[in-house]
């Protein structure tokens, strides 16, 4: 019973939430929250495994998330849709449903292959040095593609709406929906899987003492690689969801207020927590929604309250206020996380009696 | 020929003058507390729209008053304001963090967010609409030959010179400064030698921050335009220069940011300027690979 109650409940949630919107029960709005609380749940866990596992620096997130969009985009709009620069499809717009997958997975993997540009300097480079790489490595990804014309430069990339619509001539499905929650449970089982095994508890001890783990007979700089490339990979799974949910991608939503969010998902949840990191995905999401509509209400309540001028309306700006302000309120009280550096079953331990994740 | 290179060396030098000077504040903090201030840049854009409200005050007040005046009251007022700011985010974000060892990574995110605390605040107490910085002194045209050469630049390029000879002075030769290196060397032994720990870092953020008012001064006399993310990108860059030249040192800083300052131009003169971000972190970046701890860094050897 223990080892099936986290897939019972998630396939559970994965056919309820399907169902409903896909009858219409939750309207597009909602389902768009649900897909970028998923998007968000594999950025901060993917990230976790760098800056929390490995208590690296790592602040370029948004770079590989660039590289999957990209790639994804590209290679769907080149196989499937009929497009002005790249011509007609090459395969039947069909099989696209088939191959989505496939067009993540290498979208995923063109991410890892730069994610080891970033992890050869980890070799001799820790800490600062490290966090200025990978925010460089940020400003070259974002401004390589601004300077590429043929995918639209800085105007931004377009087309893959038209990928969601022939999947769902196959078939009518919230296909984004379905592509998002198996994208997030395949990311989290894989980084669950990863760091609990006695090969990934390297990076662990990586990040207890470098040199007692080389001692103790770990290869540091595969551990290393290994780190870098599976969360850069994950990273470009996100970004290939991100880029097909909105259907249109520029390099400015990939640039370091993303990897900013990153980061603060990951130390908001607690560094080196996995559930932490899910949790805290899920809260900065809704935070982030629930206060596009809390703003209004503050306004109107001031206004009333004649706290306010007239001429003066709170702004939605005001939300990029707000929540650095929660985050540095919660580092004074809280400063290691929402779960530092435990797990749900650590901090409640009559769980385990529920489940079993691994 | 010549004449555009000596031009574009002059562009260079003011560049990297306003580089240098937020890499500065960076490196003071940095070399002190091991402390990342993500803050810095956007205390540059704070500096600049102290600059803004003081300089269009007093010339409102003040109006028979010549433009020199002006400026001598706004400079030491901006600084002075500036690294208010300064120390009141050290006051109130930093200091409790480091009062509870908190891992030094949860500072580096609240120094982050105070940034965007700064920029969004900014942006939605004065609003989207771009301020424009009144003309305070009128602007001389030295021209060699090809090469024109305005008073402001000559006055940012010696600024930032001076800036960093007194620094300098100040880590290695005072006995504050003999401080602050105290303290980088061992936190915990520094307080039981009797030395004021809070005190000394307060001073830090004075004197990085009031150097961040001086460049957002300066910035905005020569680009007259304000807006509140112009500390966001400019801050990020500094830092890298700062990075690059071995964090921690003022001569790699001031360094560091004349290379940044340099490699921008070069590239501007002879590529499509979308080219320059690419090109100069590329640079940096090889830079990095071969010299890990940057161009002045000592590598920490660690004891087994």
Not at chain 1, 297 to 326: C, F, M, R
């Given at each position: 019973?223990?080892?099936?109650?986290?897939?019972?409940?998630?396939?559970?949630?994965?056919?309820?939430?399907?169902?409903?919107?896909?009858?219409?029960?939750?309207?597009?709005?909602?389902?768009?929250?649900?897909?970028?609380?998923?998007?968000?749940?594999?950025?901060?866990?993917?990230?976790?495994?760098?800056?929390?596992?490995?208590?690296?620096?790592?602040?370029?997130?948004?770079?590989?998330?660039?590289?999957?969009?990209?790639?994804?985009?590209?290679?769907?709009?080149?196989?499937?849709?009929?497009?002005?620069?790249?011509?007609?499809p090459l395969l039947p717009p069909e099989l696209s449903l088939y191959f989505f997958p496939l067009v993540l997975l290498a979208g995923g993997a063109a991410a890892a292959l730069a994610g080891m540009l970033v992890a050869i300097p980890s070799f001799k480079t820790r800490g600062d040095y490290l966090a200025i790489i990978t925010i460089a490595?940020?400003?070259?990804?974002?401004?390589?593609?601004?300077?590429?014309?043929?995918?639209?430069?800085?105007?931004?990339?377009?087309?893959?709406?038209?990928?969601?619509?022939?999947?769902?001539?196959?078939?009518?499905?919230?296909?984004?929906?379905?592509?998002?929650?198996?994208?997030?449970?395949?990311?989290?089982?894989?980084?669950?899987?990863?760091?609990?095994?006695?090969?990934?508890?390297?990076?662990?001890?990586?990040?207890?003492?470098?040199?007692?783990?080389?001692?103790?007979?770990?290869?540091?700089?595969?551990?290393?690689?290994?780190?870098?490339?599976?969360?850069?990979?994950?990273?470009?799974?996100?970004?290939?969801?991100?880029?097909?949910?909105?259907?249109?991608?520029?390099?400015?939503?990939?640039?370091?207020?993303?990897?900013?969010?990153?980061?603060?998902?990951?130390?908001?949840?607690?560094?080196?927590?996995?559930?932490?990191?899910?949790?805290?995905?899920?809260?900065?999401?809704?935070?982030?929604?629930?206060?596009?509509?809390?703003?209004?209400?503050?306004?109107?309540?001031?206004?009333?309250?004649?706290?306010?001028?007239?001429?003066?309306?709170?702004?939605?700006?005001?939300?990029?206020?707000?929540?650095?302000?929660?985050?540095?309120?919660?580092?004074?009280?809280?400063?290691?996380?929402?779960?530092?550096?435990?797990?749900?079953?650590?901090?409640?331990?009559?769980?385990?009696?529920?489940?079993?994740?691994? | 020929?010549?004449?555009?290179?000596?031009?574009?060396?002059?562009?260079?030098?003011?560049?990297?003058?306003?580089?240098?000077?937020?890499?500065?504040?960076?490196?003071?903090?940095?070399?002190?507390?091991?402390?990342?201030?993500?803050?810095?840049?956007?205390?540059?854009?704070?500096?600049?729209?102290?600059?803004?409200?003081?300089?269009?005050?007093?010339?409102?007040?003040?109006?028979?008053?010549?433009?020199?005046?002006?400026?001598?009251?706004?400079?030491?007022?901006?600084?002075?304001?500036?690294?208010?700011?300064?120390?009141?985010?050290?006051?109130?974000?930093?200091?409790?963090?480091?009062?509870?060892?908190?891992?030094?990574?949860?500072?580096?995110?609240?120094?982050?967010?105070?940034?965007?605390?700064?920029?969004?605040?900014?942006?939605?107490?004065?609003?989207?609409?771009?301020?424009?910085?009144?003309?305070?002194?009128?602007?001389?045209?030295?021209?060699?030959?090809?090469?024109?050469?305005?008073?402001?630049?000559?006055?940012?390029?010696?600024?930032?010179?001076?800036?960093?000879?007194?620094?300098?002075?100040?880590?290695?030769?005072?006995?504050?400064?003999?401080?602050?290196?105290?303290?980088?060397?061992?936190?915990?032994?520094?307080?039981?030698?009797?030395?004021?720990?809070?005190?000394?870092?307060?001073?830090?953020?004075?004197?990085?921050?009031?150097?961040?008012?001086?460049?957002?001064?300066?910035?905005?006399?020569?680009?007259?335009?304000?807006?509140?993310?112009?500390?966001?990108?400019?801050?990020?860059?500094?830092?890298?220069?700062?990075?690059?030249?071995?964090?921690?040192?003022?001569?790699?800083?001031?360094?560091?940011?004349?290379?940044?300052?340099?490699?921008?131009?070069?590239?501007?003169?002879?590529?499509?300027?979308?080219?320059?971000?690419?090109?100069?972190?590329?640079?940096?970046?090889?830079?990095?690979?071969?010299?890990?701890?940057?161009?002045?860094?000592?590598?920490?050897?660690?004891?087994?």
């Amino acid at each position: 019973m223990q080892r099936f109650s986290v897939p019972l409940l998630l396939a559970l949630l994965f056919g309820a939430l399907v169902a409903a919107s896909h009858t219409g029960a939750i309207d597009l709005y909602i389902q768009s929250v649900i897909m970028f609380i998923g998007i968000n749940i594999i950025l901060s866990s993917s990230l976790n495994i760098v800056n929390g596992y490995m208590g690296e620096f790592a602040c370029g997130h948004a770079a590989f998330m660039a590289i999957g969009a990209y790639v994804a985009s590209i290679l769907n709009v080149l196989l499937f849709t009929k497009d002005k620069y790249f011509g007609p499809p090459l395969l039947p717009p069909e099989l696209s449903l088939y191959f989505f997958p496939l067009v993540l997975l290498a979208g995923g993997a063109a991410a890892a292959l730069a994610g080891m540009l970033v992890a050869i300097p980890s070799f001799k480079t820790r800490g600062d040095y490290l966090a200025i790489i990978t925010i460089a490595a940020n400003f070259i990804v974002t401004s390589t593609i601004i300077n590429m014309n043929a995918i639209g430069g800085a105007r931004g990339f377009m087309g893959m709406k038209k990928i969601i619509f022939s999947m769902e001539d196959v078939l009518e499905l919230p296909w984004m929906l379905i592509w998002v929650i198996l994208g997030t449970v395949f990311s989290v089982w894989t980084i669950r899987r990863f760091v609990s095994s006695t090969y990934g508890k390297g990076i662990i001890a990586i990040h207890q003492d470098e040199i007692a783990a080389e001692i103790m007979g770990v290869n540091t700089n595969r551990m290393k690689l290994m780190a870098f490339m599976i969360s850069s990979g994950l990273a470009g799974i996100a970004g290939g969801l991100f880029a097909h949910i909105l259907g249109y991608i520029n390099p400015g939503s990939f640039g370091i207020l993303k990897s900013t969010e990153c980061l603060v998902m990951v130390y908001l949840g607690g560094m080196g927590s996995l559930s932490g990191s899910v949790i805290s995905a899920i809260l900065f999401t809704l935070l982030l929604e629930g206060l596009r509509f809390v703003i209004p209400w503050i306004n109107t309540g001031l206004h009333w309250l004649h706290l306010l001028p007239d001429a003066y309306e709170v702004s939605q700006v005001w939300k990029w206020v707000i929540i650095p302000l929660i985050l540095v309120l919660l580092m004074q009280f809280r400063p290691e996380g929402i779960m530092g550096n435990k797990e749900l079953s650590d901090i409640f331990p009559r769980l385990k009696r529920w489940y079993h994740f691994k | 020929m010549f004449e555009s290179i000596v031009q574009n060396l002059f562009n260079a030098l003011q560049w990297g003058s306003f580089y240098s000077l937020i890499a500065l504040g960076y490196t003071l903090v940095y070399g002190v507390l091991t402390l990342i201030n993500f803050a810095h840049g956007d205390i540059f854009m704070v500096g600049a729209y102290i600059a803004f409200f003081v300089a269009t005050f007093f010339l409102a007040t003040l109006t028979s008053a010549p433009g020199w005046v002006v400026l001598t009251i706004t400079l030491p007022l901006t600084m002075i304001l500036t690294a208010l700011v300064g120390v009141t985010l050290e006051r109130i974000a930093y200091r409790p963090l480091r009062r509870k060892g908190a891992n030094r990574l949860y500072v580096v995110i609240t120094a982050l967010m105070c940034g965007l605390i700064l920029e969004n605040g900014n942006l939605a107490l004065l609003g989207a609409s771009r301020k424009s910085f009144p003309e305070m002194i009128e602007k001389v045209v030295y021209t060699f030959g090809m090469v024109s050469l305005t008073n402001l630049k000559i006055a940012v390029i010696i600024s930032a010179v001076l800036v960093f000879v007194l620094l300098q002075f100040i880590v290695t030769k005072t006995r504050i400064g003999m401080a602050m290196r105290a303290i980088s060397y061992d936190k915990f032994a520094v307080p039981l030698m009797g030395i004021p720990i809070d005190a000394i870092i307060v001073f830090t953020f004075v004197l990085g921050s009031s150097m961040a008012g001086l460049a957002g001064l300066l910035y905005s006399l020569s680009y007259p335009i304000l807006d509140p993310y112009m500390g966001a990108l400019i801050g990020w860059k500094a830092f890298i220069a700062a990075v690059v030249g071995g964090i921690g040192d003022i001569r790699g800083a001031f360094l560091g940011g004349f290379l940044l300052g340099f490699v921008e131009i070069l590239v501007v003169a002879f590529f499509p300027s979308t080219f320059r971000d690419l090109i100069a972190f590329s640079i940096l970046l090889l830079i990095l690979v071969y010299k890990p701890t940057g161009l002045f860094g000592v590598a920490k050897t660690t004891k087994i």
